[in-house]
């Protein structure tokens, strides 16, 4: 979040939009948001979090459960050997990692992008 954050700071400056609310026309106020709008909407289609294919593929075995995220995440960590081994090696990172994936995929959003290669190999 620090990094999206440091990037819509970076734009604001650009702009000039950088100063107080209360050193700004209502026009320049107006453009601000949408600024934020539109760097919230480039956000949402380019994704920094990942996710190995291979674990996308193991939730995707799920997707007629419609189980809650919790009990979908429990039941893939219980059945599957790859997908234990991927959340116990960050347990706090990968497990909110999987979690942002199954909430995008829910929203019809990827929150989460799903690579091969280096980070399939965990």
Known sequence: MRVINERWNELEN????????????EVDIANKW???????????????????????????????????????IMMAYRDYQEFHDWIIKDWVKNDNIARAYLVGKALGVDLVKVVEGIDDNY
Do not use: H
């Open 14 to 25: 650009e702009l000039g939009l950088g100063l107080p609310l209360n050193t700004l026309s």
């Open 34 to 72: 949408r600024l934020r709008a539109l760097n919230a909407e480039k956000l949402l289609n380019n994704p920094s979090l990942t996710i190995p294919k291979s674990i996308a593929e193991i939730l995707g075995k799920y997707d007629g459960y419609n189980p809650t995220a919790d009990k979908l």
